[in-house]
């Protein structure tokens, strides 16, 4: 194997740093719409990444999950994100393909899209995208109108989700 070939079956290392807010995304594989949300994908969901968060002591600040993808915004206070990650996405997996009664990939190859947020503007601007996805996507008029797992509404009541 040369060289070139061997360096692309590694992936680029990520800076992990604690103390840092994070925007992270994952698209469903061929953009199949296998989370579209009923009460069943909005619960397992909804459990996963309670679950995730709590294990590895992630605060998580809001999350949108449309039907082929999520937007997720963290704070990471001890350097765990890429387990938290890794734990979440593969628990959501699990459960999706059960409930869908699949055996393939549930999310798409590529790595996943992991932006840090440096500033808390920028933080307050991801989350403010990730509560708009839908209506950005002309999915509905309103976000709170959204029926998947949204952290919006719990936002605009001041409760926990």
């Not at 060289?3 to 992990?16: D, N, S, Y």
């Not at 995304?25 to 969901?45: G, H, K, Y």
């Not at 699990?94 to 440096?118: D, F, H, P, Q």
């Not at 509905?140 to 952290?151: D, F, H, I, K, N």
Request: with cysteine; proline share 4%; aromatic share 10%.
């Amino acid at each position: 194997m040369s060289r070139i070939a061997e360096k692309r079956l590694v992936t680029r290392p990520r800076q992990v740093l604690p103390g840092e807010f994070y925007l992270i995304t994952r698209n469903c594989s061929q953009r199949q719409f296998l989370l579209t949300p009923d009460e069943e994908v909005n619960n397992a969901i909804a459990y996963c990444l309670a679950h995730a968060a709590q294990r590895f002591k992630i605060d998580v600040l809001m999350v949108m999950v449309e039907s082929n993808h999520h937007h997720t915004v963290i704070y990471d206070q001890h350097g765990h994100f890429p387990r938290f990650i890794e734990h979440f996405h593969k628990m959501v997996a699990k459960c999706i393909n059960r409930y869908r009664a699949r055996r393939e990939n549930l999310w798409a190859s590529g790595e996943t899209c992991v932006t840090r947020l440096l500033d808390y503007e920028t933080v307050l601007d991801k989350i403010a995208y990730a509560a708009a996805n839908p209506v950005k996507d002309f999915l509905v008029e309103r976000a709170v109108q959204w029926p998947g797992l949204s952290g919006y509404r719990y936002l605009i009541h001041d409760k926990p989700l």
